[in-house]
């Protein structure tokens, strides 16, 4: 008997509209645990290399993780995986919410879609029955519709839905997955995946409980966790604030707000587009996770010029940053409006925001012109233009049609040297943090192998022992953090130790606002109540080790798709002096950044030539089968 | 303050016969730990490339480790390393009895001796206080009777002595240091490092102990252990028969008792010279560690016609067979015999017998003569050469001193192909563990910095979940052993992990017969002891990189000294079949072989090209200070 996990992975053949499911042992989930690991296994094992990622060659993987559902704090995460339509190698995000512990319960661990259906369906899996229903009266309809609807005609408004809307259908290179309409699979574009095998949505109703090996011993953690995290200094801050409390004016006090496209790293309207700011003009009510106290939702509502639905929730720091600081615009309903707009046309608002930082800047140095924008001012800062595009986007009505293409693509039909200003690495936009502040986003950031991914890997503000009076990091030997500019050595060791942690949480399904670096449940509380949900004899050791393969599995379908060393890049902005802020100046060493490369291939056990995992490596964390896989991407070996 | 080490680390410079201490923080003994690692640091640290053994330019390490004294069953090691004579790279060896946590009572952690004194000289180290001695009186003198002369002289019956007789003076490369007279750091020629610096011993005295964050926790560990550890069916066996009560008839019968210098994995005297033969005819008592239930150790006595002195304890099972088995000889006597001598005289028994076992095939292939061996009838059998050869190898006398040079040297004077007869690895002979029968020696031998090495890793008989029915690797994320045999990928794996664990105890100061894979304590056990003892915020992560530390920092220190990918050889009869015992036919596949190493290289971050750790790996282990040490040995790179 399996505890923790329900050891049964739905397969669903859109092509034949069929369904199966897979049952695995406790050795299969302890290697692959769930989320994006147990993701790459399957884009591995199952898919040729270099799939279109339009394709019905796609795998859509939706994967929620061992922790999931077992009341640890943070445990109710989960990822929506494929090869990527915008980076063309391993796509994912995470969400979080009240899908995954639902998926758990309704039977299954993780759902696998292969092929396309022939017309719009959704699935409904109810109690472990699937469904395969018609979803052609859903096509065009927006998230909030597409829930309404579906909740109606299933009769049960706790129905949890993951839908994509007029993104996702339109096939916006980084249309999102919404769940609850508040959660999103953001990057990535896993729903242009989903438009492509006309999968409109996912519903699912479920009461059965994972059994759980001690049950006591994670009432414990839960409990100490209640009790505790409003005494901690970052746990705190999320639930007072959200991430949009926390980041704004801080990282604009520290120089590295990414504004105007990652021209300067302060903002002058900070205050407008601020925490208080929006607590005091748009906040409803916080808002959460299942099963987590910390609450760090924020629900945003305005009566207009620009109303906001507060249905969709309300705007993460990420979509504050891309929306405003980024764009240039001081008008926080305008970001929250965007916001809205999103998740209603499942797009995700990090490379919104910056495809069209990207475009203002491409129309302030007249590369593109009226004509193009079909009259619109495109300025930075220009709110009007900023909304009209995310409609023509999620419809790819005129120059909607371009920038649904995401930044690089759209770069290489503008020409005219805009590939500058595409703020891209591996063609996914960068998030609203500055590597030429946070040196550990210039390798989490270069190295993620979904592109540009700010939950890649814990960011230096994060990870500096004492920084927020709480340096938990000793248990895995580090005993002394780094300044957060610094890229030599030391830094490269601390972050590849620091990947593997949120590759953890990755993998397990965890949040990574609850635990590990910087936040109150240590790591060693997190392998413990991985043995206490699944009764697994299991240690840190092998937790780290599973965050260790998550990372290396990731990189080998990346490998399979083409990525080398060479796609392991920055954009070049990152080593050009920041215009404006505290760190004006401030630019990356190009040579620095080359050799903690290095230094991260080896000690990562990846071929520093190509960057291509070594067979050695693979086969000791249980990859060995995999390894020939990448043999044609060795190049000179 | 420091807890669980003594924070003092003693530097002898024996060419200024002065002494100073060195004093380290936490963050050192989290890196370094004792033992192996911490003798390498110094090594790399301290001294420059391409050290010649034997001169003063060598250093001495004596180094206990964070668990020593702790009151941990098996928490009773040191090591003593140094260049080693016998193989010119990173030299080693272990012992356990009451020296090391003496050495932490009387106020260090480590011994690091530097020079080399004019004359003869021991040193007195008196509740912190260190003297060092005129020895010229003790020169030339057995190990006995320079114990008795320095408890004299002291005036106290229970200094602790580590000495070393004639075979550490006249610098025979396998010489070993012996404490107690019956506890030997034996392999690797520490004893003839300790002559060439005319240290003739190191007495010991101390009654600190050192301070420990929680001793109620280690007394909790200590009696759960001393409650359990006769059901279980290793530490029982260990407790009940000692080593040559649970080997030789075992081995035997599974066709891997090393036989006629590796001819056979099957002694048809296998009787004559097993554990049940011992107790009956030659037992006297069972003697053990300090604050060790398990009491393995047994001493032997015999009123002739070889008479043989308890005094000196009694054999092992390698040196059973490596006196019995090895060399053909049947008489448990002089079995008995050649080890009181080795243990008189300071001599290595594994290096030893198989040095005699050598000669001995070279003599029945005609390669040695009468001529060469005054008058010796030296064949397969005959003890009485047996027991001559010791005692004119301790001597240098005759043949003797050919043959003090080992067989790797001796092979190279006698020529005549007569080197296919040296089983050896670096120059180190190979203890009595068949690598065509288990896999994991093989790799184990060639792969182990100081040269063929059964301490290096457990072997296969242990490290298979189930074998004994102590299935414990689960904390490693490994759920299935492999056959002893299999030398495939998942044999590598499970090694490197393997190797790991008893380097983790390597450099902790634990006995591996305690602990780990196949015995009653886990890993994490002994990681909570580890946090009990001094005070740190460890895991089973820290401890098991401190492991993966030790064995990339010793690599580094052999690398140093011109060591490289082709070094990590086999002897060339390991891929020709066993000519006899259950495994007749049995031979290694050099493909597969070389196969293993390719994938331990890529797991462990050295180039398999050059089997030099890569910069980013040294890095990530905190060793990236000694990198630069490295450049001029990466060759092609």
Redesign the interface.
Known sequence: MLYGVTGKILKVDLDQQRTSVEEHD??FY??YGGGGCLASYYLLKERPAKIEPLSPDNLLVFASGPLVGTGIPGGNRFSVAAISPLTGCYGEAEAGGWWSPELKKAGYDAIIVEGAAEKPVYLWIDEGTVRIRDAAHLWGKDTGETQDIIRCELGSRSVRVAAIGPGGENLVRFACVVNNLRHTNGRSGMGAVMGSKNLKAIALHGRQQVPMKDREALIRIRRWYAENFMDHPVERVLHDGGTIGWDVTELDEAGILPTRNFHSGSFEHADAICGETFHRDFFVEADGCWACPVRCKRVARSQGPDVVDPRYGGPEYETAGAFGSLCGVSNLEAVCKAHELCNKYTLDTISTGSTIAFAMECFENGLLTHEDTGGLELRFGNDRAMLQLIQQIATREGIGDLLAEGSRRAAQQIGGGSERFAMQTKGQEMAMHEPRGKASLALAYALSSSGANHTEAPHDFLFQPGAFGVG?M????I??GVAAQYLG??K??QF?YMQMTWQVFNTLGMCIFTAGPGKLLK??QVAQALAAATG???????????GERTITAKRAVSVRQGISRSDDRLPERMFEPLEGGLLKGKALDRAEFERAL??????L?WD?RTGVP????L??L?L?WASPLLDQFRGRE
Do not use: F, H, Q
């Open positions: 406790e050795a302890r290697t938990d000793a248990e895995l030997g005993l002394e050595p030391e490269v060791r590849a790591m060693s697994w004899d299991t240690s840190l050791w092998e937790v780290m080790k599973l290095d230094l991260y291939y080896d000690a056990g520093p070594t067979p050695g490596k086969n000791e249980g060995g």
